[in-house]
């Protein structure tokens, strides 16, 4: 004998046929969601269509004459590289930023670790760097002109006023909060004070040492850009301040996506030498 319930059921799966799973919104998102966490690249390429998507409508409404569409600032750009008059640009703007970098890595490392070690060295020069790095660069960077003229040495000037400053505070704070145990167990195993620096601290302390370098190389990407819009028009800022005087706006627009470009695929090699070099822990998890 059949119970009314299986009758019931069969009949009602003779009628609906077999039942079929059902998908929720939620459960839909939550496997985008380990999609992107599985693979970050998509995330960023979803985004990054979005935001040209959402460009190429601005432009097109338009919401101003001056804003180009994503389409034609690409035209733009690529033949301002077929052309040579990018590559040219940034011939003249690599120069002073790589010499400001290279001077401000040095002496930016050495006074981080020397203020990081003493207690005098603090006292006298961290409050100097402390200031420059709130005041407004932008209003400085013009008197470098009065005094060095608008040649080499006062775009180098203008790209270490504002890296130098980042470079040293992360060195000497990285030095000044290295890890107490490991110094503590150099100091027990009776570790010279020069042992205790150049095996303990500044191992412990390279890392950030190594993130003030790369958000100093940020600092002076903006100090060199502003140099060749404020002080004189040469490189990539001369292009800017070109196209813009002639209303080629597409131009101008690719001339400044490509600072973003260059600026990030930079910061982004130095980021992933940092992973892989410096903090292998970041690399396996």
């Known amino acids: ?94 120069q002073p930023l790589i010499i400001g970098i290279a001077i401000s890595g040095v002496v930016g490392v050495v006074l981080g670790i020397v203020m990081g070690l003493s207690r005098m060295a603090e006292w006298l020069v961290a409050p100097v760097f402390v200031v420059l790095q709130s005041a407004p660069m932008a209003a400085l960077i013009p008197l470098i002109t009065f005094v060095y003229g608008i040649g080499l040495v006062a775009k180098t000037l203008a790209v270490i006023m504002l890296a130098l400053p980042v470079i040293v505070l992360n060195g000497y704070k990285a030095v000044r909060n290295a890890n107490p145990s490991l110094v503590d167990m150099c100091r027990s195993f009776q570790g010279t004070r020069l042992q205790r620096i150049t095996k303990i601290i500044i191992p412990d302390a390279s ?47 690719a001339a400044v996506v490509s600072i973003i470009l260059v600026s990030t695929l930079t910061l982004a090699a130095l980021e992933a030498f940092e992973i892989r070099v410096l903090r292998p822990e970041k690399r396996r998890g």
């Open 1 to 94: 004998m059949i119970a009314p319930t299986q009758v019931d059921s069969q009949v009602s799966s003779q009628v609906n046929g077999p039942a079929r799973a059902v998908h929720s919104p939620a459960g839909r998102g939550l496997g985008l969601g380990r999609l992107f966490a599985r693979h970050p690249v998509v995330s960023r390429l979803v985004s990054l269509g979005l935001f040209f998507l959402a460009w190429e409508i601005a432009g097109r409404v338009p919401i101003s004459y001056a804003f180009p569409t994503f389409t034609d600032t690409l035209y733009a750009f690529v033949t301002m590289l077929a052309d040579g008059s990018l590559v040219m640009a940034y011939g003249s703007t690599l």
């Open 207 to 253: 890392p950030v040492i190594f993130a003030g370098l790369r958000l100093g190389l940020a600092a002076g990407f903006i100090g060199v850009i502003l140099a060749e819009l404020l002080i004189t028009p040469t490189g990539i800022g001369d292009l800017i301040t070109y196209h813009r005087s002639v209303a080629n706006y597409a131009e101008m627009y």
